[in-house]
C-alpha cells in the first residue's frame, strides 16, 4: 500500500493559493459563472459515473487555473491513493480501529468475500421464500416484508426500494414482494405497519449491526408480541441482519440470519445484506447484483487519478471548493424525478453523519468549514416551495441536481405542445441556466436575480438498478473523498454519543438535572 | 386602522443594541445557554399557542435584557398592529397590491365572509358523496380523492392529511375516503397514482388559484385522457378550486367548483378550500372544523401585545434573534411524531418561500441576514442521520422540536421498562438538554459537545385536529411576524419567474442560448 500522511486542509502547501484565488470567483477579474457557462463548456465539463450515469461540472465556478490547484490539492492529500488503501483493507477508520470495506459488497467477481458469501446465502433463501418453499408459521406464503431498523438501516434500503418499484413496473420486472419500514420509537410507527399488515404473510427483517439498537429492540419485540396475539410463531416471521458477534446472531429466535461486520458503516451499508436482503425480496437478487455492478463499475471509475476522469473526485473538490473556501454551506439536492423523493434524506445522514464534524481524523480541532447543510425535494416541486430562497435568499446554496432523459413508467402524454418529461427537463434545464446566469435588473430589484449559484447535474438514460446503483455509490464515494481532502475520519459518528447517555439516565431515571425533571413534568413523564 | 411605518430592521432604532448584545451571547459575561438552562427558567418560560398546543422557547438564547431588546424590536416594528391591520383588510402584499386574508378562512363566527360561505358550499357538497347522492359516472360510491395540484396547493393538504390518518383510527373517527397527490410533472408522478385507482370510485380536486399553473393543467389533461380512456365522464369525476376569475372557474367540465381569491397565497391557503375539500371529504367537516377552530384560537393569542403572552410573536423575535443577530442560518424543524413527517417540508415552503428574500417591502436591497434554511425529519429518526452534524458540525443550526404526551393509536408496549411513548419523550428532552448544555471534554476533542445550540419546544397533549390547526396557525403567524420585523413582503415569491420564463422559451424552441441548446442535447431532447 502507498504510504499515506494525514494533514489538515488549511497545512498544506496549497490551500493560501485557494483561499486567494477563491477571492476573484464572480468578478469580473476573475471567472464569473454566468459568463463562463457556454455551451463548450458544458460539452467540455462531462465525466462518466458508471451504470450509464453523467457528471456534468460545467455549472460549477472554475476556470483552468481552479482545476490546476484542486488537482493539485487532491494529489496533496493522496485522494486516490488513500481510496485504493482503503478498498484494499488499511484501517482507515482510526478512532475506531476499523476497516471501511463497503466497497467489497459490491465486487462480484471476489466470490470467496465475506460479503459474497452472505449475498450467495440471501440468493438462496429469497428463492425459497419466492418458490413457497419458505412460508409463514400457518404455511401462508409471504407477500410483504417489513424491515425493522434505523438511520442506515433503514434510509437506504427505503430510499433504494421507492427507487426501483416504477422501475419494475414499467421494465416489466417482477415485484414479488412490497416492502413496509418501521423506524421510529413513535409507538404510532409500529402500530400503524402492523395494522396494515397481512401478518400471516408478512416476513420480517430485523437489521441493526450491533444487536443492540434501543429503538430496533423495542420494534421488534412490539412486533413479536403482535405476532404472538395474532396466534403466529414469531420465530417463523422474522429474519435478523447483523454482525455475527451480536446478541442477535445465531439464535433461533430467527428465520434465519444475514451477517455484515465492523467495516461496514450504517450509512454505507446498502448495498450490504442490510439493502440486499429486502431489495432481493422485493425484486428479485437478479435485480439486486444489477445494482452491485453499477455500483462495482462506479467504484472502478473512483480509482482514476485524475480529477477530470473521476467524477467522484471532481464532485468532492468541487464540493470542497464551494463550501470550505466559497462559503457556500448548504447543498440542495433536487431530483428531478419522483422514484428518488427519498433520496435526499439519504444523502442528509450519508453526507452530514460523515463529515459534519469539527476535529480532525486525530480527533484534533479544526478550523475550517468542513460538511455543508443538506437538503432537498423532488424537482419540479421543489421550485413551487423553496426555489424562492435559493434565487434570491440570504444564505448561500449550492446545487445537485439528478435526472433522466426517459421516465420509469413510460406512460406520458404531450399536453399543450409538451410532454411531461419534455415538461420535467424543460424546467430542468431553466433551473441550472437561471440560477447560474441570473437576470439583471437594475429597476426592479424585486426582479433581480442575482446569479452566480453553481450546480453539479447527475444524469442519465433511465434510472435503472444499474444507474442506481452507480448513483449511490458515487455519493458514498465523493464523501468519502471530502473526508480525505477535509482531514476527517468519515466513518465514526461521536456527536450522537451525548444523546444516548442523557436518554438512559432519562429512562432509568437516574437523571437529577433540574432542567430534564422540568421538561418531564411538562409531559407528565 | 393603526398608522403604519415600515423600517429596515438595520435602521431600527434598536438595532445597534441588538447587535452589541448579541456578542455577549454565550460567553461568561453575557449569558450561556447551559448554564441558564435551569428548571425555573423551564417552568417560566411557557406561552400558550391554542388548541392546547403550548411553546416552550426556555432553550433559547435570551436572558432579562434581551426579552426587553426584543420587546422593545416588537414595538418598533408595529408587529401587532401591523397584523391586526393585516386580519383587517389592510393591503399587506404590497408589491402585488393585495390583501392577506387567509386568516378569515378559520373565523367561523363570520359566517357571511366569502371563505365561510364557500366551506359551507364544501359541506353540502361533501355531505353528497358521503352519503352517496353524488357518485362516479358509472354509479359507483368515491372512495378516493386524489388532489391535483403543486406547492401550496400540495404540501400542506398532504401534511394535514398525514398529521391526521393515524389520529381518526385512534379517535374512532370515520375515514370516509383516502387520499392521494398529483404534483410533480415527472410523468411518473400521474401514471403511477392513476394506475393505483380505480378510477369509477375516484373523485379528482384539481386545485390551482389562478387555473394556468402548467404542472397542474397538464396533470389534469393526463387525469381527463385516463377517465375518458377508462369510458368514464370527466365532468363527474373531477372538481375544481380555484378563482372565480379563473379560465377554471363555473366549467361545466367540473363536476363542482370551489373558490379561493388573490388574498389567499399558496402557502397560507390550507386552511382555506385547498386544504378545507380534501380533508373534508376524508375526515369529514366536523373535523376539518375542529382544525378551523384551532387555527381560530391561535389567530386570536397572536393578536396579544406583549411577547411574553404571544407565541407567535416570541418564537418570530427569538428566530430573528437567533438569525440576524447570532448567525444561525438553518433551522431544523424536528417533530419527535410521526403523522407530522411531511410538516418540515411544509414549513420549508412556508418559511423559505415567505422570507428568502433579499430586498424589503419596497423592493430595496436590505443588507442583513432574512430567513433561516429549513430542513427537517422526525425524531428520533434524524438522531441517527444528521444528529451528528447538529451537536458537532461547523455551520450553526438551531432547531424546533414539536411533540406531544401521547400517541395518535395509542398502542404501545413496556419493553425493558420503557414503553415506547416515554422512549420517545426521553429522546426529546436529552436532546434539548444535550444541544443546550454540551458536555466538555478537554482531552478528546471528538467526544468533546460544545452545546450552545438554541431549540424552541412546541407541544401538546395530543395530535388531534384542533392542535393541529393551531399548530399551522402558530408558524404562519410566527412567519408574518418574522416579515414585519425583517421588514419583507412575506406574500410574494418573485425569485420563481425568471425560471418560468426560461422554461416556456425551452418549451417553445425560442432559446437560443447556447448553454440551454447544449444542455438539451445531454438528453436528446
Request: glycine residues 10%.
Given at each position: 500500500m502507498t504510504n499515506m500522511s494525514f494533514t489538515n486542509l488549511s497545512d498544506t502547501a496549497i490551500h493560501q493559493a485557494l483561499l486567494r484565488h477563491a477571492r476573484t470567483a464572480n468578478t469580473h477579474s476573475g471567472f464569473h459563472l454566468g459568463s463562463l457557462l457556454t455551451g463548450d463548456r458544458v460539452r467540455g465539463s462531462e465525466i462518466p459515473i458508471g451504470g450509464g450515469m453523467r457528471l456534468n461540472y460545467?455549472?460549477?465556478?472554475f476556470n483552468t487555473e481552479t482545476l490546476q490547484l484542486l488537482q493539485e490539492l487532491a494529489r496533496a492529500q493522496?485522494?486516490?491513493?488513500?481510496?485504493?488503501?482503503?478498498?484494499?483493507?488499511?484501517?482507515?477508520?482510526?478512532g475506531e480501529n476499523r476497516t471501511v470495506l463497503h466497497h467489497r459488497t459490491r465486487n462480484r467477481q471476489h466470490v470467496d468475500n465475506f460479503y459474497q458469501q452472505q449475498l450467495q446465502r440471501i440468493d438462496k433463501f429469497v428463492a425459497k421464500v419466492h418458490s413457497q418453499e419458505i412460508v409463514g408459521s400457518t404455511n401462508q406464503a409471504f407477500e410483504e416484508v417489513v424491515q425493522i431498523g434505523i438511520g442506515g438501516s433503514h434510509l437506504g434500503p427505503e430510499t433504494l426500494y421507492l427507487a426501483l418499484s416504477d422501475w419494475a413496473v414499467g421494465a416489466k420486472s417482477p415485484r414479488h414482494m412490497e416492502a413496509k419500514f418501521i423506524a421510529n420509537v413513535d409507538p404510532d410507527d409500529a402500530a400503524s405497519v402492523i395494522t396494515s399488515c397481512n401478518l400471516a404473510r408478512t416476513l420480517f427483517a430485523v437489521v441493526s449491526k450491533s444487536g443492540t439498537t434501543d429503538e430496533t429492540s423495542a420494534n421488534e419485540k412490539i412486533v413479536r408480541a403482535a405476532l404472538e396475539a395474532a396466534g403466529l410463531d414469531p420465530a417463523k416471521h422474522i429474519v435478523a441482519v447483523t454482525s455475527e458477534t451480536s446478541p442477535m446472531a445465531k439464535s433461533s429466535d430467527y428465520l434465519d440470519s444475514f451477517y455484515i461486520d465492523d467495516s461496514i458503516g450504517g450509512r454505507f451499508s446498502s448495498t450490504s445484506a442490510v439493502g440486499g436482503l429486502?431489495?432481493?425480496?422485493?425484486?428479485?437478487?437478479?435485480?439486486?447484483?444489477?445494482?452491485?455492478?453499477?455500483?462495482?463499475?462506479?467504484?472502478?471509475?473512483?480509482?482514476?487519478?485524475?480529477?477530470?476522469?473521476n467524477a467522484a473526485l471532481m464532485k468532492a473538490l468541487l464540493d470542497v471548493f464551494s463550501c470550505s473556501y466559497l462559503s457556500y454551506n448548504t447543498l440542495a439536492v433536487l431530483p428531478y424525478n419522483k422514484a428518488l423523493r427519498r433520496f435526499p434524506a439519504h444523502l442528509q445522514q450519508l453526507i452530514m453523519e460523515s463529515n459534519?464534524?469539527?476535529?480532525?481524523?486525530?480527533?484534533?480541532?479544526?478550523?475550517?468549514?468542513?460538511?455543508?447543510?443538506?437538503?432537498?425535494?423532488?424537482?419540479t416541486n421543489y421550485q413551487h416551495s423553496f426555489g424562492q430562497y435559493i434565487h434570491q435568499g440570504t444564505s448561500k446554496i449550492f446545487?445537485?441536481?439528478?435526472?433522466?432523459?426517459k421516465s420509469q413508467l413510460g406512460d406520458d402524454l404531450e399536453v399543450n405542445g409538451s410532454t411531461n418529461q419534455e415538461r420535467l427537463l424543460g424546467n430542468l434545464i431553466a433551473q441550472i441556466v437561471a440560477m447560474a446566469k441570473g437576470s439583471e435588473n437594475t429597476v426592479d430589484p424585486n426582479q433581480h436575480f442575482p446569479g452566480g449559484i453553481p450546480s453539479s447535474l447527475i444524469y442519465g438514460e433511465q434510472l435503472n438498478p444499474e444507474a442506481l446503483g452507480a448513483l449511490l455509490a458515487f455519493y458514498e464515494n465523493a464523501t468519502t473523498f471530502t473526508g480525505f481532502i477535509l482531514n476527517l475520519n468519515s466513518y465514526d459518528q461521536p456527536g450522537v454519543e451525548l444523546g444516548k447517555i442523557l436518554t438512559k439516565s432519562i429512562l432509568n431515571n437516574t437523571s437529577e438535572d433540574p432542567a430534564i425533571l422540568a421538561l418531564r413534568e411538562l409531559f407528565d413523564f
Open positions: 460545467a455549472a460549477n465556478y493522496q485522494v486516490v491513493s488513500k481510496f485504493v488503501n482503503l478498498t484494499n483493507g488499511a484501517i482507515m477508520n482510526t429486502l431489495l432481493s425480496l422485493c425484486f428479485g437478487t437478479e435485480v439486486f447484483e444489477r445494482l452491485l455492478d453499477g455500483a462495482h463499475e462506479a467504484d472502478q471509475l473512483a480509482m482514476r487519478d485524475c480529477i477530470t476522469g459534519g464534524k469539527s476535529v480532525n481524523r486525530y480527533g484534533e480541532v479544526i478550523h475550517y468549514p468542513t460538511s455543508p447543510v443538506v437538503l432537498g425535494e423532488e424537482g446545487v445537485d441536481f439528478i435526472a433522466f432523459a
